[in-house]
């Protein structure tokens, strides 16, 4: 049984014992009361913060153009006349402060994690950080790459470029472990704009239907993060670099450059509820896959991947999600129990047909 | 700016189809698009004749969000009433995506998805090439105590638009095949273009290796115009405000990075900073930075920026 079939089920068990002298009048009632306690369990909100201003904390050419416009086309492909989706928060620039990220003091729950939010999307940088070794460490192996720059950390791993099926623009190359962070630049920051999502302060979508597993309570409640940001996550550290974040929430939505970055489009945003407005019926994930194929040059400068990863306490619960549609997505009665397992898809820029190994490691 | 002819027509059936309190109004014909005024042709998809989008039994048409829908159990096929962009999107659950993709190699299934579009009535002179991609799923433990290997398990080709030599990196005809040969999801968007861009892309290009007006361009601009690719910008498929022109387009990095990789960057200039995201500046034939429509979107007077320090 599902759990979406729950509500229903327990919905027609109660209505069945209900003495039939109560009349018309109380079952009425006690339908339209259900239907209030299952609306409450359905997630609307959105939530978008968007930065283009950078340069006031680290100087000159890195401003972006096109974060709030793509953040902005998202909410206003999301909010048509007659939409379900409303507006919690949108902040921009200095209003977006590093706090409304992280679980301390319950800061994010009144801003990107609040209660009632089924998406929060942000849109601008995230931080360049130790990675590759320098001079670059050509490799033909994994078991080469033993030596981490300063910022980044084992394990190694031979990242797979250049030939044919895999990602263009590069040769291959020992690359390191290191937390994702976004970077912003609010008025009110608390920890010099740097939201490190990998390392355990950032938690997302705890609600009283996930329960407290991850131990930060249950004041949050998104069920869809979008990083559309530098840097999301990077081959082939998907798991680790986002496990931690996971606290409820049904699925993240990010961009994994290989050998290249991330676009600053003005477009992905609009794209992506696009396809809500198109098909509420189809799946979340695939939509925001699938803007790739709408940008101009897919939306990352060399070889890259729209990338969605979902967590939960059973493989089957993991995979349920990542098949989530719009409709599925608002309903917190699946928040995430655990994040144990993972399911992820990706949308790459470049042709392979690479069966019986990674495309993104050379092992 | 032109306006497009196929937007006129969806715009005046269904204000007919409302005036007269009659059905939704047809989809615009599938194939070619004049453009009035002598410009470049465009391509209108999913008019219903011939798409092989896999949308399933029991159709009904409806009009929503700036849609006009056909759906099906399966999914929805959705035609922008504003700018005749098209979407086929399947149901989360379709059967048609859990086949394998078309084709023995990705090169099958780009062969494949071009020649659906050009028996449609794409323009073949105005493909610039075809650009598969991957898609890839794995699933494990997240401790990794085992390394997941990713499967593919479809692919999508998308075909690239140019005029003449001129690129037009906004139009798009895109589609997944699975092994039957159904389209199993499809988005295009490739208007027609009004005659002027193409002559003042042509002057762009005179432009780039004549040196005097490079400095003169360059003094209006503050860019170095040897730097950008001449393009046909246009207006977004998710864009209601057609806009379309000739760009020189300038990519720019930025990129930040944190305390410790600026300090290594400092001590040695060859430290890499692993790219940076890039934005791209559009310039007109008059040196003056142009923006697109979307990129000028800002709701700030929607939602005013406001926010309690005690947040």
Known sequence: MTAAAVPRNFQEAEMSHLPQQLGRKYRNTAVFLLGITMAGCQSTGLVVESVNLYSSRYGANTDLANSIANGDGFIRAMTPSGSEWHVVHRFTDGLVWDTDFLEKAGWDSRNFDQSGTAISYYTGHGLTTGYGENPPHRCTSSSQCTTPPSGASLPGICKAAGSTNYAPGDTPQCVYYSDRVLAVNGSNDQFSGAVNYSAGAAAWGESPNSGNWRGVGTDGGTNLVVLDASFGVLPTYWARQTQAAMAGAHMLATIMPVTGDTANVADRGGLFGGSWAQNSDGAVSNAWLTTMNSISGSGVNGGGCNFVIAFDNTPERAQRHIDESWNDLKNDGWDAQGNQFYSARWLCNWPSTITDRSIFELQ | ?311
């Open chain 2, 1 to 311: 700016m032109n306006i497009h002819a196929l937007s006129v027509a969806l715009m005046t059936g269904l204000f007919v189809a409302g005036c007269a309190n009659v059905d939704l109004p047809s989809p615009a014909h599938q194939g070619p698009i004049p453009e009035p005024g002598g410009g470049v042709p465009g391509y209108q998809h999913g008019g219903g004749e011939g798409t092989k989008f896999a949308i399933g039994q029991n159709l009904r048409r409806t009009s929503q969000y700036g849609y006009l829908k056909q759906i099906g159990d399966e999914g929805t096929l959705a035609i922008r009433y504003s700018n005749g962009s098209v979407f086929g999107v399947p149901n989360a659950q379709a059967a048609s995506l859990k086949l394998p993709p078309y084709g023995a190699s990705p090169i099958d299934h780009g062969r494949y998805v071009r020649d659906y579009f050009v028996r449609l009535g794409l323009p073949t002179d105005q493909i610039e090439g075809v650009r598969n991609m991957t898609l890839l799923e794995a699933s494990g433990r997240a401790d990794e105590t085992e390394k997941t290997i990713p499967r593919v398990t479809a692919y999508y080709s998308v075909l690239t638009r140019s005029v003449g030599d001129v690129t037009v990196p906004d139009s798009f005809a895109w589609a997944r095949a699975n092994s039957e040969g159904a389209i199993v999801q499809e988005g295009v968007y490739w208007p027609p273009l009004p005659s002027n861009v193409l002559s003042d892309a042509r002057k762009l290009e005179r432009l780039l290796v004549d040196p005097a007006q490079r400095r003169v361009f360059a003094s209006r601009s503050s860019i170095d115009p040897r730097t950008g690719k001449v393009a046909i910008r246009h207006a977004a498929a998710n864009e209601d405000q057609f806009d379309a022109f000739a760009s020189l387009d300038i990519t720019v990095r930025s990129s930040v990075s944190g305390s410790r990789q600026r300090a290594a960057a400092a001590r040695n200039a060859r430290v890499p900073l692993n790219g940076g995201t890039t934005i791209v500046k559009h310039f007109g034939i008059d040196g003056v930075e142009r923006f697109l429509p979307q990129e000028s979107l800002n709701l700030i007077a929607t939602y005013p920026g406001r926010k309690d320090v005690s947040r």
